[in-house]
Structures are given as structure tokens and as C-alpha cells.
């Protein structure tokens, strides 16, 4: 698994290139719902995802990762300036700590710094949800997903939203 997330992360870094609009609204509500049921606790939120279909895992996975790319650049990097992988981290602990906190970052760039102030005070509490609907469908498929790819498509759609992106997908799933 090493070798494929750090082909996954040379792709992620090409797709976080590109500027799109974003708001923190453009997430679903049904995606913050499953975070806040979940309590930042990776088990609660595995719990949660196992009844969901596996296109309903691709879509949350979409989601969380759209909410974490935006925070990867300016102005959020010029408080946090660390590795694009330490970056990367506090990208996935702020959306993991729900909508609130991930809207007052949105507002204030500087709020990322509760981060880095969580990591000093106590490292090994530090937890973050981004590969748990990943790793539900590695077991489910027996491959990990190509989330990466179906990001660069919704990227190049045009669409704003992941949410409305995915029933496009979706309607013409089902018309094939």
C-alpha cells in the first residue's frame, strides 16, 4: 500500500493545482452528517460507512477529499508552512473535526493552527477519518479505490458541487 499512496499523492498534488471556487457549503449535508454522528472517532465513523453501497462510500470519499484540498494553499498555508504531507495531515484533521470547526477555519485561515497546537499537546490523540470509506471498499473489492481519478473527473466537469456531479453520474449510470 505504501507504493500506491504515493502514486495517489503525485496525482492528488497535479489535481490540487487547478483553482476552483469553493465553499464550505458545496459539501452535503448528508456528508457533515455522517462526520458529526461519527464524533471523530475513526471506529464510530466505520461503523457508520459499512451500510452505506459502495457508491455511496465513492461519494463520501469524493466529498472528504474535495473539503481537504481546498485547504492545501493560500491563505491556510501561510499560517501552517509545513510538508506537503504534514499539510496534507491538518487538511484531513480539520474537516475531521466536523462542519463547524472546518467553517470557522473557512473564515480564518489562522484557526488551522489549532492543529499544530493539537499535535504538540498530545500527538498520539491526533486522529483524522480520510481513508476509512477507502478501506471499507479495499475490503469490499479487493483493490483500493481509484478515488483520485473519479476526483480529477469531477474536477474537469464543471460542476461546483460533488454532490451534484454524483447524480449526474448517477442519472447517466442508470440510462446505460
Do not use: C
Amino acid at each position: 500500500m505504501p507504493q500506491l499512496r504515493d502514486n495517489r499523492w503525485r496525482y492528488k498534488e497535479a489535481l490540487l493545482s487547478i483553482i476552483v471556487p469553493f465553499e464550505p457549503d458545496d459539501l452535503s449535508d448528508w456528508f457533515w452528517d455522517i462526520l458529526q454522528r461519527a464524533n471523530k472517532e475513526p471506529s464510530k465513523l466505520k461503523d457508520i460507512l459499512q451500510n452505506l453501497s459502495n457508491d455511496e462510500l465513492q461519494r463520501f470519499a469524493l466529498e472528504f477529499m474535495d473539503a481537504a484540498s481546498n485547504l492545501r494553499q493560500e491563505p491556510y498555508t501561510n499560517y501552517y508552512q509545513a510538508s506537503e504531507d504534514s499539510t496534507a495531515d491538518m487538511s484531513y484533521w480539520v474537516v475531521s473535526q466536523g462542519k463547524e470547526f472546518y467553517t470557522t477555519v473557512r473564515h480564518h485561515p489562522e484557526a488551522v493552527l489549532a492543529y499544530e497546537a493539537a499535535e504538540i499537546a498530545n500527538p498520539s490523540r491526533l486522529q483524522s477519518l480520510e481513508f476509512v470509506a477507502e478501506g471499507i471498499l479495499e475490503d469490499r473489492l479487493g483493490e483500493w479505490p481509484d478515488v483520485m481519478e473519479d476526483y480529477g473527473s469531477f474536477l474537469r466537469s464543471g460542476y461546483a458541487r460533488i454532490g451534484d456531479y454524483w447524480e449526474a453520474q448517477r442519472a447517466y449510470k442508470e440510462q446505460s
